[in-house]
């Protein structure tokens, strides 16, 4: 005896429908189909005494890009090490935080406050640079995985910012002014 069938709705049908407007209707079925990150951490009580996970993996750019100019002193050894911990990180993380980098606070912070702006206004302005099924860049969700693999439950606007020559018009907005 078999169970009952499920059928899955298509790349498009899943890519047409952001985040943002299944979260306002909850009764349209389809959250089985996506991951929340923080949905455990959500179901705890914030009084229970938890201890931390591991954290993400810091690497000093500074020391692999110029060991020479770094603010922390470093030889040869060094560089290798924090190699060692940069291959470390993409290969059992696949992620890592970059420190020594450069880029100054002021500069992110207001990319942050951009990034707020954009994602703060109404869905209609968001969709103007949404991207299809095929496409990296634009506004939406991720890639449609394979068949089966859920979803993660969020949206996001990817650009490609550099080299200049592959940067897409089409999918940069429009507003905030400020972006």
Avoid at 47 to 54: I, K, W
Avoid at 92 to 107: D, K, N, P, V, Y
Wanted: proline share 9%; glycine share 8%.
């Amino acid at each position: 005896m078999s169970g009952p069938s499920v059928c899955l709705p298509s790349a498009e049908e899943l890519l047409s429908k952001r985040v943002q407007e299944l979260g306002l209707d909850p009764k349209s079925g389809e959250h089985h189909l996506y991951i929340c990150r923080k949905a455990e951490a959500a179901d705890q009580d914030p009084e229970e005494n938890v201890s931390p996970g591991p954290t993400i993996p810091v690497i000093d750019l500074g020391i692999i890009i110029s060991p020479e100019n770094s603010t922390t002193p470093c030889n040869g050894h060094e560089r290798e090490e924090e190699l060692q911990k940069l291959r470390s990180a993409l290969s059992s993380w696949g992620c890592f935080q970059a420190i020594g980098h450069g880029i100054s606070g002021s500069f992110l912070d207001k990319l942050r406050q951009v990034a707020r702006e954009f994602f703060g206004q109404p869905m209609e302005e968001k969709k103007k640079v949404a991207k299809g099924v095929e496409e990296f860049e634009g506004y939406g969700g991720d890639p449609v995985p394979a068949q089966g693999q859920p979803l993660d439950w969020s949206d996001r606007l990817f650009l490609d910012v550099y080299p200049a020559h592959r940067r897409k018009p089409q999918y940069w907005p429009e507003t905030p002014a400020s972006f």
